[in-house]
């Protein structure tokens, strides 16, 4: 779609223009982005972008996507990128 993800920069663009990610939400798109057809559950996305077991705390989680869906959606508010999959967690959208 309207998302740019530059590795080498780490940086995002959204319709060409720049996206202010802190670490933890460019982390996590990142993952997402190199794995386009994958479930994460909220608990791999924790393990897998704060290295440290989960124990049940998913407001973590929640808020970080919550601030990335936004962040995107201020620059494309026709698109959809990330999709919830009620009780299971979260995937690219198609």
Not at 20 to 25: H, I
Not at 41 to 50: C, G, I, T
Not at 65 to 81: C, G, H, Q, T, V
Request: overall charge positive; aromatic content about 10%.
């Amino acid at each position: 779609k309207n998302l740019v993800l530059d590795r080498k920069s780490v940086s995002l663009t959204v319709c060409g223009k720049p996206v202010s990610l802190t670490g933890k939400e460019y982390a996590i798109l990142e993952l997402m982005l190199l794995n386009p057809k994958k479930l994460f559950s909220k608990s791999n996305l924790f393990e897998s972008v704060w290295n440290e077991p989960y124990f049940n705390e998913d407001t973590t989680v929640k808020v970080h996507m919550s601030n990335i869906r936004s962040k995107i959606k201020k620059l494309d508010p026709d698109n959809e990128y990330i999709e919830t999959v009620w009780g299971m967690g979260y995937k690219l959208c198609d």
